[in-house]
């Protein structure tokens, strides 16, 4: 099904620089007519596998980057932080939980992506090369598949997504996002929101990932961040990603200090950041810390850093059963947080694999149990359904007002203490008190 003609046009419109063929609506639609979607099709995955053109990743200038997070660094947190009694609609979890958000809820976070390319700008190329259990990344697809797996993912080019029929980088991105895994990226905006509700100096995260918190640290309050993380490809772009934004808030210079396995950053804020899984950092040698905040690598979910140097010490690797995961990595973890911290945060749902749904959200909740202060829900898009899956219009209209979470589950040495009493909608009566 492959035409050697088309083959040839999709030469003549590829881009110099990439190799990647670029068309706006009117040859798109022309060559679609010609040679039918599916011809179409196939002989553009064919071309993929043989040309190699580059993947299109999105383009973010340093400018970009430097304009996003210094928007980030103004922004009013007031703005997406609703206590629990002042919600409107719904709150929608993905599973039954013990302590749901309806009864332990303290608070909504609602945030936009509008800053996700302030962290994005450092770390885009590695977190698409991140896989899952049964789901190749993007960039795994793009540079090893053949023919049939690209095709596999191009489909979406003819039907649904590219609503300007044109073929252009945010189609393909758009293509792969459905036909691969694309692993996600926290908004750095949250991190910031949760560092400033806690009025917290001094931060951990025992999973660093993509460098998301470590961007919403220095748009935050808090001067002092450790961090850890084993992958050594992110934890070169941690050091190049800190002085970046450590020369965009203050005038001090930088200076790191590093050895094998750590780098120290001092300038305007303070980084230390170990290449290490939480499991192995030196707990003994780290200071008291005001919130210990992280969204941990889930069990048998993404494949981090799979193939490269130091593959043996992430946790997908290391902990193969649940339990020794939850036993030997999450719960302890979170326990050692705690000694240290006067706040731990977890975002994490239930991990479910192959139909099979693990429990960490409740277990992690009543281990630590008489410190537990509720859960913080972060909104996240909820995926579209089709019109003949709702029995009423009624169903329907619930389904779109509804407000569906990811659960950040809060935990305190002050069991009432109230995360949102700062953010509460000013009335006459608190004004007159």
């Known amino acids: 099904m492959i035409d050697t003609e088309l083959y040839k046009k999709l030469h003549e419109f590829a881009d110099p620089d990439t190799k990647l063929p670029l068309m706006d609506s009117i040859h798109f639609r022309h060559l679609t007519e010609r040679y039918t979607k599916e011809v179409f099709r196939y002989t553009l995955a064919e071309y993929i596998v043989k040309e190699k053109p580059r993947f299109p990743l999105k383009i973010i200038s340093h400018e970009t980057m430097r304009k996003s997070f210094l928007g980030l660094c103004n922004f009013d947190i007031q703005k997406i932080c609703t206590p629990k009694d002042e919600l409107t609609n719904d709150v929608v979890e993905k599973y039954d939980y013990k302590y749901p958000f309806s009864q332990y809820g303290q608070g909504l976070i609602d945030a936009p992506s509008t800053y996700n390319d302030a962290s994005n700008y450092f770390h885009q190329a590695l977190r698409l090369s991140c896989g ?45 996002r459905l036909g691969t895994y694309i692993a996600t990226q926290f908004k750095p905006v949250v991190a910031k929101a949760m560092y400033d509700l806690t009025k917290s100096s001094v931060v951990l995260d025992t999973s660093c990932g993509w460098g998301d918190r470590l961007c919403g640290f220095y748009a935050s309050d808090a001067d002092f961040y450790i961090g850890c993380d084993p992958n050594p490809n992110t934890f070169e772009r941690y050091k190049f990603q800190a002085i970046e934004y450590d020369k965009l808030v203050g005038e001090r210079e930088p200076i790191i200090k590093e050895s094998k396995n750590m780098f120290n950053l001092e300038g305007n804020k303070c980084v230390i950041i170990y290449r290490c899984g939480a499991e192995d950092l030196p707990w003994g040698d780290l200071p008291p810390v005001d919130l210990a905040f992280t969204s941990p690598p889930y069990f048998s979910t993404e494949r981090y850093n799979e193939g490269g140097e130091h593959q043996e010490d992430q946790s997908w690797h290391k902990f193969t059963q649940y339990e020794m995961w939850r036993d030997l ?37 009543e281990r630590l149990q008489q410190n537990f202060v509720g859960q913080i829900g972060m909104r996240i898009m909820r995926r579209p359904k089709s019109d003949t899956l709702f029995q009423t219009e009624e169903d329907k209209r619930k389904h779109a007002t509804d407000t569906f979470i990811e659960n950040v589950w809060c935990f305190a040495k002050d069991p009432k203490v109230d995360l949102f009493k700062d953010v509460q909608t000013s009335t006459l009566e608190t004004f007159f008190a």
């Open 132 to 176: 899952s259990y049964g789901f190749r990344s993007p960039f795994d697809v793009w540079v090893n598949g053949t023919a049939k797996d690209v095709w596999r993912c191009f489909g979406p080019i003819w039907r649904g997504i590219n609503t300007k029929s044109v073929l252009d980088d945010s189609v393909y991105v758009s293509a792969f």
């Open 329 to 365: 990595f999450f719960l302890p973890v979170a326990e050692k947080s705690f000694v240290l911290s006067k706040y731990v945060f977890v975002n994490i749902m239930d991990p479910q694999i192959k139909g099979v749904r693990y429990y960490s959200s409740d277990e992690l909740v």
